[in-house]
């Protein structure tokens, strides 16, 4: 069945951030580790479709409790106008030892290079996730002439192709079945389990969600996020 073609597309791409991420998620896990460690959140991003991988790492089972999604209230509408990302950033919680991790499969919108910009002069750190060879040919749509992963202290590469959908169907004068949200989950997740080993090794316990569906999950996560409910609840 036709159908089965993104199976094999989403295997090999699997595959592909597997055999060349490792050196860069270990980077971007030692970022988390020590951004916790040091009483720090883990701040996420994305616009429009990327949010998507910005709740990957937030909020969720098995994931670390010190995280937060920025939540843009626009959700993306106005991603491409310069200067709205200068003014939302300025409600944005950012403290020091927050790190950063900013999804944009393009990078070339002005609303997340703005927020790279902000965290990079108040001196955190940006884990950048990016199709990093897609965006180098694309053009920015910010007067810096800046892309996102320039930014970055690490990149994250989803290895996508340029446009986000991967399958020609015949018939179809463009491609479908983006695949950008798939290959940033599987980098952020094993992002994630490097930086809670990071964190073992050091003698450090991480906080990590219990499933509320789990007898007693809920209980435990009351307990631990306690500790960073000052953080969490706010912009």
């Known amino acids: 069945m036709s159908y089965k073609r993104f199976f094999d597309t989403i295997e090999d791409m699997i595959n592909d951030v597997k055999d060349t991420q490792y050196e860069n998620i270990k980077r971007a896990g030692e970022i988390i580790a020590d951004s916790i460690m040091n009483g720090g959140i883990v701040q996420?991003?994305?616009s429009g479709h990327s949010f998507a991988?910005?709740?990957?790492?937030?909020?969720?089972a098995g994931g670390l409790i010190p995280t937060k999604a920025i939540k843009e209230p626009a959700q993306g509408k106005y991603e491409m106008i310069e200067g709205v990302g200068s003014?939302?950033?300025?409600?944005?919680?950012?403290?020091?030892?927050?790190?950063?991790?900013?999804i944009s499969n393009s990078g070339r919108n002005p609303l997340p290079i703005e927020i790279a910009q902000?965290?990079?002069?108040k001196g955190n750190k940006i884990i950048v996730v990016t199709s990093l060879e897609a965006s180098k040919k694309l053009k920015s749509r910010h007067s810096s002439g800046k892309k996102l992963y320039e930014l970055a202290d690490v990149i994250l590469d989803n290895r996508g192709v340029e446009g986000d959908a991967a399958i020609h169907v015949e018939g179809m004068e463009t491609k479908v079945c983006g695949t950008s949200s798939i290959t940033a989950a599987v980098l952020l997740q094993a992002t994630v389990l490097h930086a809670i080993e990071i964190m073992i090794e050091r003698g450090y316990t991480?906080?990590?969600?219990?499933?509320q569906n789990v007898d007693g999950g809920l209980?435990?996560?009351?307990?631990?996020?306690a500790e960073y409910a000052h953080r969490l609840f706010r912009v």
């Open 44 to 46: 996420s991003f994305g």
């Open 219 to 225: 209980e435990f996560n009351e307990r631990l996020q």
């Open 206 to 211: 991480p906080p990590v969600y219990m499933s």
């Open 118 to 121: 902000y965290v990079k002069e």
């Open 53 to 60: 991988g910005a709740l990957e790492i937030s909020h969720r």
């Open 87 to 102: 003014y939302f950033v300025k409600e944005v919680d950012v403290r020091e030892n927050d790190c950063f991790v900013l």
